[in-house]
């Protein structure tokens, strides 16, 4: 029976903006951004799917996408997410200031038949897709926006049924804080969780989807490493889910600096009015799963 995970749990090739996903196969996946070896700036190429049966190993898949399999041009391939839905696995991906979506049969792709899905004429630029599916089972995509006004907006997107199609979008507001990149939505116990990165991931909750969103505090701006040292590091990209009865935090760290990053695998965990505890990564990791339920945390 595997034990802990260990941090970071994907180290190699240097991956980042973590995407993680259970598909009804009883997988789970891990879509991330790619970081070269030799890289000095965010200049991604091409997205890698990681898997696992139990949390603690991951196998890489990949590549499952690349720059040059996109129609709108050669720019570089920041925070990806992945959907099931209709039979199909939707990749949406930001490049050249609009976001686009390609699909497979596969949740490893190859992800083939890219078209643009989303810009903003009054965006510099829009990027780092996150899709959300509310209770009712309607499909939202957030993106974040950077005003040609100045500073960053968040924006959602009703998706039509066919997962291509935009039907409806709203900026949303958020009452303190200081919104960047990498948004994440959930919801908990009627409450949407609105998490981003850039600089530290912090987060906001509404009883809306379109909010007002109202700024709760940081999820994690630091991590402690093999020797119990803390060190202070960007958070870009925020990645949470709910596996097996258990919320899960996952982001990047640099390795050995911002540029060539690694994943890492957090417990997230809540206070009794709904806040999140604040998480100070270690080298440790979590549990596989069924680990949870034998032995608790």
Excluded at 91 to 97: A, E, G, V
Excluded at 112 to 122: E, F, H, I, P, W
Excluded at 135 to 149: E, F, H, P, R
Excluded at 216 to 237: A, P, S, Y
Aim: hydrophobic fraction near 35%; charged fraction near 15%; include cysteine.
């Amino acid at each position: 029976m595997a034990g802990f995970a260990a941090n970071p749990i994907i180290s190699y090739p240097y991956t980042a903006d973590p995407s993680p996903h259970q598909w009804s196969d009883g997988k789970y996946y891990m879509y991330c951004s790619h970081d070269k070896d030799t890289d000095v700036d965010w200049d991604m190429e091409d997205y890698h799917v990681f898997s696992s049966v139990d949390l603690v190993t991951w196998t890489d898949n990949g590549i499952a996408f690349r720059k040059t399999d996109s129609p709108f041009g050669k720019g570089a391939l920041w925070a990806p997410d992945c959907m099931y839905r209709n039979g199909m696995y939707y990749l949406y991906y930001p490049q050249n200031s609009v976001i686009g979506v390609a699909t497979s049969t596969s949740p490893t792709g190859p992800f083939t038949n890219a078209k643009q899905l989303y810009s903003r004429t009054d965006a510099q630029y829009v990027y780092d897709p996150q899709i959300f599916v509310d209770d009712d089972g309607q499909a939202y995509l957030i993106v974040s926006a950077c005003m040609k006004t100045g500073g960053f907006k968040p924006v959602v997107c009703r998706l039509g049924s066919d997962m291509v199609s935009i039907n409806q979008e709203t900026i949303l507001n958020i009452n303190g804080g200081n919104f960047h990149e990498g948004p994440w939505m959930f919801k908990r116990n009627h409450i949407y969780y609105l998490s981003w990165g850039g600089g530290s991931c912090d987060y906001a909750t509404s009883t809306s989807l379109t909010g007002t969103y109202t700024h709760r505090g940081t999820i994690c701006n630091q991590w402690r490493d093999v020797n119990g040292n803390l060190i202070r590091g960007e958070q870009q990209h925020p990645g949470i889910a709910y596996f097996s009865g258990q919320w899960y935090f996952a982001s990047a760290w640099g390795a050995p600096d911002n540029k060539r990053r690694q994943i890492f695998m957090q417990y997230l965990n809540f206070n009794a009015d709904g806040t999140i505890q604040f998480i100070t990564p270690d080298m440790k990791g979590v549990k596989a799963p069924e680990l949870l339920i034998t032995g608790g945390l």
